[in-house]
């Protein structure tokens, strides 16, 4: 991809007509979202809306501009391919600018638009490490600021018994109330991840971690173009303290690619089941997760061999054909106390296949804690800490060691390690809805490839919401 000179200028107009606009929205609308006292004190009275319910939101409108920038360490680089990491990279930044628009259609169902600004690269046109140190930043960049459309959906709720619950107030969700026991269908385009494998501590890289291998099981293939985002559709059944997920998507016409329109000839089985629990008081969850991609892919083996036979390198793009790409993800949260939370994943995938959507890693095991800043009378900051091993399954580990591509990784050659991620950051509130985030990771073996780094990142995230 040719990279032009940033256009900053670009940049902060765009940002300057976006925040204008949500911040007259939610200034002058009676859904804007409620300040944290609001929040945490006595709510004014029920007012009924348009369709008869108290308490219930008829529209709303919400926003949120993060924008990230990092640096790496100059590393041991004796060697580099087209994948590969620079070894003294520039300082890179993404920008993304999203407004929140949703109405209530009828009695529990919602539609919801995201436009979105984007501008900014990850590292290198987001390659050179499995694990990548920057969710915000997507596999296309663009130093000019672009529009683009990553959600619109609509959202069904169906009562199915149980007490009313309150439904606070969110960036695509309406406030309100609705029964503990029901049946929600989601359908339109969104993210995979918006519903599957979520976790209160590791989820989001707008508020908590950035590294994609933290914030997503890293074998998770889930469904999404090359933004994250794809059509598709999900019901989640939910009773007292179990919810069944199921969910069916659109694959990418090839791996890695655009999804220009709707077509289901190549597509993800998604299935998730739920448990809640309490631990001496304090809620937890663990959550099964398994996977099925039929489409268009390509066996490692068959690459690996074909090359030999031809005295070439090896490229999947040669040997794809219609097949299946499965594997299972174990997702757990548990409160500890009222300021600390752990996590942790583990997951693999069929390692016989080339990677689909999302990132080069067949195996990974993570964990961590987030700890809000109580102890020091900061409770709105927040530290995290976590720890992440991944690693490739041995037919990956042929392809790649013969100089093979992948999504994110492919140095040309291959000495093997498992790649090795530590990630900490401080969040600090600086004022209601604006928070600067400080973040550190420290990568061994990145891309796989002991002969590499390692290599520290440092980052900085600025985030505001209205």
Same mark, same amino acid.
């Given at each position: 991809?040719?990279?032009?000179?940033?256009?900053?200028?670009?940049?902060?107009?765009?940002?300057?007509?976006?925040?204008?606009?949500?911040?007259?929205?939610?200034?002058?609308?009676?859904?804007?979202?409620?300040?944290?006292?609001?929040?945490?004190?006595?709510?004014?009275?029920?007012?009924?809306?348009?369709?008869?319910?108290?308490?219930?939101?008829?529209?709303?409108?919400?926003?949120?501009?993060?924008?990230?920038?990092?640096?790496?360490?100059?590393?041991?680089?004796?060697?580099?391919?087209?994948?590969?990491?620079?070894?003294?990279?520039?300082?890179?930044?993404?920008?993304?600018?999203?407004?929140?628009?949703?109405?209530?259609?009828?009695?529990?169902?919602?539609?919801? !638009? =995201?436009?979105?600004?984007?501008?900014?690269?990850? @590292? *290198?046109?987001?390659?050179?490490?499995? /694990?990548?140190?920057? +969710? #915000?930043?997507?596999?296309?960049?663009?130093?000019?600021?672009?529009?683009?459309?990553?959600?619109?959906?609509?959202?069904?709720?169906?009562?199915?018994?149980?007490?009313?619950?309150?439904?606070?107030?969110?960036?695509?969700?309406?406030?309100?109330?609705?029964?503990?026991?029901?049946?929600?269908?989601?359908?339109?385009?969104?993210?995979?991840?918006?519903?599957?494998?979520?976790?209160?501590?590791?989820?989001?890289?707008?508020?908590?971690? !950035? =590294?994609?291998?933290?914030?997503?099981?890293?074998? @998770? *293939?889930?469904?999404?173009?090359?933004? /994250?985002?794809?059509? +598709? #559709?999900?019901?989640?059944?939910?009773?007292?303290?179990?919810?069944?997920?199921?969910?069916?998507?659109?694959?990418?016409?090839?791996?890695?690619?655009?999804?220009?329109?709707?077509?289901?000839?190549?597509?993800?089985?998604?299935?998730?089941?739920?448990?809640?629990?309490?631990?001496?008081?304090?809620?937890?969850?663990?959550?099964?997760?398994?996977?099925?991609?039929?489409?268009?892919?390509?066996?490692?083996?068959?690459?690996?061999?074909?090359?030999?036979?031809?005295?070439?390198?090896?490229?999947?793009?040669?040997?794809?054909?219609?097949?299946?790409?499965?594997?299972?993800?174990?997702?757990?949260?548990?409160?500890?106390?009222?300021?600390?939370?752990?996590?942790?994943?583990?997951?693999?995938?069929?390692?016989?296949?080339?990677?689909?959507?999302?990132?080069?890693?067949?195996?990974?095991?993570?964990?961590?804690?987030?700890?809000?800043?109580?102890?020091?009378?900061?409770?709105?900051?927040?530290?995290?800490?976590?720890?992440?091993?991944?690693?490739?399954?041995?037919?990956?580990?042929?392809?790649?060691?013969?100089?093979?591509?992948?999504?994110?990784?492919?140095?040309?050659?291959?000495?093997?390690?498992?790649?090795?991620?530590?990630?900490?950051?401080?969040?600090?509130?600086?004022?209601?809805?604006?928070?600067?985030?400080?973040?550190?990771?420290?990568?061994?073996?990145?891309?796989?490839?002991?002969?590499?780094?390692?290599?520290?990142?440092?980052?900085?995230?600025?985030?505001?919401?209205?």
């Amino acid at each position: 991809m040719i990279q032009i000179r940033k256009s900053f200028r670009e940049t902060l107009l765009a940002l300057a007509v976006v925040a204008g606009v949500g911040l007259f929205f939610a200034l002058h609308s009676p859904f804007a979202m409620a300040d944290d006292a609001d929040i945490a004190g006595a709510s004014s009275p029920s007012q009924p809306d348009a369709l008869g319910a108290p308490d219930n939101e008829a529209w709303a409108l919400h926003g949120q501009l993060t924008n990230i920038t990092q640096k790496h360490s100059v590393f041991t680089s004796p060697y580099s391919g087209r994948n590969s990491l620079s070894a003294s990279g520039p300082m890179e930044e993404t920008t993304d600018i999203t407004l929140f628009a949703g109405v209530r259609l009828w009695r529990g169902a919602e539609f919801w !638009l =995201n436009p979105e600004i984007d501008q900014g690269f990850g @590292f *290198d046109n987001t390659v050179g490490v499995a /694990g990548f140190p920057n +969710g #915000g930043a997507y596999k296309l960049g663009s130093n000019a600021p672009y529009l683009r459309l990553p959600r619109a959906f609509i959202r069904q709720v169906i009562p199915l018994g149980g007490a009313e619950e309150k439904v606070e107030a969110a960036a695509n969700q309406l406030g309100g109330t609705q029964a503990a026991d029901n049946l929600t269908l989601t359908l339109g385009k969104f993210a995979v991840v918006d519903i599957f494998d979520t976790n209160s501590y590791a989820h989001d890289t707008r508020a908590d971690f !950035l =590294n994609w291998s933290v914030i997503e099981a890293g074998t @998770f *293939d889930y469904a999404a173009d090359s933004w /994250g985002y794809t059509f +598709g #559709g999900a019901a989640e059944w939910t009773q007292d303290w179990w919810t069944l997920r199921g969910g069916l998507f659109q694959l990418s016409s090839v791996p890695n690619g655009k999804v220009a329109g709707v077509d289901f000839s190549e597509y993800s089985v998604i299935a998730e089941a739920e448990a809640r629990h309490q631990w001496q008081g304090h809620p937890g969850k663990m959550k099964l997760l398994a996977f099925v991609n039929r489409g268009n892919m390509a066996s490692y083996q068959d690459a690996v061999q074909l090359g030999l036979a031809t005295g070439t390198t090896p490229d999947v793009a040669l040997v794809r054909r219609f097949g299946s790409r499965s594997g299972l993800a174990l997702n757990l949260e548990q409160e500890l106390s009222s300021d600390i939370g752990v996590f942790a994943r583990l997951s693999q995938n069929g390692g016989s296949k080339e990677t689909y959507e999302f990132t080069d890693i067949n195996k990974s095991l993570s964990a961590g804690l987030s700890l809000k800043g109580d102890r020091w009378g900061r409770h709105d900051d927040t530290v995290g800490v976590a720890a992440v091993v991944n690693a490739l399954s041995n037919d990956a580990r042929d392809y790649f060691a013969a100089g093979g591509l992948g999504v994110l990784v492919g140095d040309g050659a291959l000495n093997y390690g498992p790649e090795k991620i530590v990630e900490m950051y401080y969040s600090l509130r600086l004022m209601a809805h604006v928070a600067l985030t400080l973040d550190y990771q420290h990568v061994t073996n990145p891309a796989y490839n002991r002969d590499r780094g390692p290599v520290a990142f440092y980052g900085i995230r600025l985030h505001a919401d209205y």
